[in-house]
């Protein structure tokens, strides 16, 4: 896997944490504390939560590395289908809470982190490198969140489902390419 994979797959990723910032940043007025604690939080989480993922698919690895491009497509493939789906579900039954909240902002990095745990059991499967998967994942994730709620406060015209939509079609594009990838080399062969 190369950076530019890592790249996108961490910009699909964040996409939840980009749409619960621009969400909370146009329905509030939040302080600079206030970003960088969300962004800080939803980068820890979407980082560590793929090296979890990778520890369980790493440790299981030989037992089905036949079939791994089938399993990390799959991974990804469904990911990228929840977030497309979820992008057309309607918002107005959703109860406004406060971000500022500790718990709140707990839960919300676990919730949106989710998605990153199972591509990390897909990073087992493909080999990815781990520590770099991490890095550049919590990196993109802080700093799309950041975006995200400045975004947010300055103005309501990006709808929080285009985000969640475009990174599901990432992670979807990632997977059929993860198995085009390995059917071009066993073609090679």
Not at 78 to 106: A, C
Not at 111 to 119: G, K, M
Not at 120 to 143: D, K, L, M, Q, R
Not at 173 to 184: D, Q, R
Request: aromatic share 10%; hydrophobic share 60%; net charge neutral.
């Amino acid at each position: 896997m190369n950076l530019t994979e890592l790249f996108l797959i961490a910009l699909g990723l964040s996409m939840d944490c980009f749409a619960v910032a621009l969400t909370f940043g146009s329905s509030r007025k939040l302080v600079w504390k206030d970003i960088l604690l969300m962004a800080f939080l939803f980068g820890l989480f979407q980082g560590v939560m793929p090296l979890i993922g990778w520890l369980v698919g790493n440790s299981i690895q030989s037992l089905i590395e036949p079939l791994d491009h089938w399993i990390a497509f799959a991974i990804l493939a469904t990911i990228g289908i929840k977030m497309v789906w979820q992008s057309f579900l309607n918002d107005e039954n959703k109860k406004v809470v406060d971000i500022r909240k500790i718990s709140v902002l707990l839960t919300l990095s676990v919730a949106t982190s989710i998605d990153a745990l199972i591509t990390g059991v897909g990073f087992g499967f493909i080999g990815a490198n781990i520590f770099e998967a991490v890095i550049i994942i919590s990196v993109i994730t802080f700093a799309v969140s950041v975006t995200g709620a400045k975004l947010g406060e300055k103005t309501t015209f990006i709808p929080a489902r285009w985000a969640e939509f475009a990174g599901g079609i990432v992670l979807i594009a990632i997977g059929v390419n993860v198995v085009l990838e390995h059917m071009a080399i066993r073609l090679m062969l």
